[in-house]
């Protein structure tokens, strides 16, 4: 059966259109869905029962059982759940003081291969459902028992893999009579799927795009990231400036720093020549040590000259002031863990 969590409220209309139910019958089911958020047909009182058993015999809820809890000295939680036919996803709700975040998995496992990467480890298994994602958002709600203000598509899985649930995912979260999460406090981060670039910049959201770029030439790239073979950072940049064009909204540029890998100044400089007439920001991002892997965090002292360095070259750039890193906060970590202690 579908997940009731699967459909906007547009295709939800229609359908209720189509199988005779008026439509503002949607408004009430989206009421219980995203405000009310219960997790039952039967207490939603004020549908009349031809309704009601309609929803009861062709939709379901998913519910996500939560594995494990771990929460970091920052305050930082992450969430191991178990799906329905038994996987497992992971989500990350940071605290900052503009409040709370959350980083949520799109996909069971990962096709990508990222060689730095704990998800990586593990092969796409499947899509995630729009459901399943919707629901990471709702149950982190209830489990730290705030609002969630604001969703980055950045934990398991590639965003654009999984395009069109993406899709339908962020006007979910972004209706009004959903979650009601303004477009700029979402973000869809991707591993740079340059088809699908061009795909989102057509739809014209007003959602920011991230792209993992991690090195500043194909060859230190290639190493990283095998999709590169396929997706040339050239290729990328291209589509980057496309997406510029018909966004008018600037695109954050992902950089894990790694020691002796993408951390040198050669690389930095690099970089500066790369992106110096894009319209980008930079985040680079301490590396989280991944078992499995020889890559190693770049030295704190070589994390401040890199940004020294892009700083002096006139690039709008930040490093992240590290969350969880107690705890198995990088994507992928916990589950890969569980899974190996299966
Ligand atoms: S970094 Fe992202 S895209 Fe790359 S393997 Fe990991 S989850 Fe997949």
């Not at 809820?61 to 759940?81: A, C, I, P």
Request: aromatic residues 8%; proline residues 2%; hydrophobic residues 35%.
């Amino acid at each position: 059966m579908n997940l009731i969590h699967n459909y906007t409220f547009e295709d939800l209309q229609e359908i209720l259109l189509e199988n005779g139910f008026k439509k503002y019958r949607t408004s009430q089911i989206w009421d219980w869905l995203y405000d009310k958020k219960i997790n039952s047909f039967e207490l939603m009182k004020n549908l009349p029962s031809d309704l009601l058993t309609y929803l009861k015999t062709n939709y379901t809820f998913e519910s996500l059982e939560l594995v494990e809890r771990q929460t970091s000295k920052d305050g930082t939680e992450k969430f191991l759940y178990k799906l329905r036919d038994g996987n497992l996803i992971e989500s990350v709700v940071m605290r900052h003081h503009y409040g709370n975040s959350i980083c949520i998995s799109t996909q069971i496992g990962c096709n990508i291969g990222c060689s730095f990467c704990a998800s990586g480890q593990i092969k796409r298994v499947r899509n995630l459902e729009v459901g399943e994602m919707v629901l990471q958002v709702l149950e982190s709600e209830r489990l730290i028992g705030e609002k969630i203000d604001s969703v980055v598509l950045m934990g398991i899985g590639e965003p654009f893999d999984n395009f069109d649930n993406v899709i339908k995912l962020l006007k979910i979260l972004n209706h009004q009579k959903g979650l009601n999460i303004g477009a700029r406090k979402l973000t869809v981060s991707t591993s740079g799927i340059v088809p699908r670039i061009y795909d989102f910049a057509d739809l014209k959201l007003q959602v920011n795009l991230a792209i993992s770029l991690h090195a500043p030439t194909d060859d230190v790239r290639n190493k990283l990231m095998k999709i590169n073979r396929i997706y040339s950072i050239a290729k990328i940049i291209e589509a980057l400036k496309y997406y510029l064009e018909q966004t008018n909204r600037r695109v954050t540029i992902e950089y894990i720093l790694i020691e002796d890998v993408n951390d040198r100044e050669i690389d930095a400089l690099n970089l500066i020549e790369l992106l110096k007439d894009v319209n980008v920001y930079i985040n680079l991002i301490p590396y989280n040590k991944v078992l499995g892997t020889n890559y190693e965090r770049s030295p704190e002292k070589n994390q401040k000259k890199f940004l020294h360095i892009l700083k002096r070259g006139g690039l709008d750039v930040t490093l992240r002031k590290e969350q969880g890193h107690d705890i198995d906060a990088a994507c992928g970590q916990l589950r890969s863990k569980t899974e190996k202690n299966k």
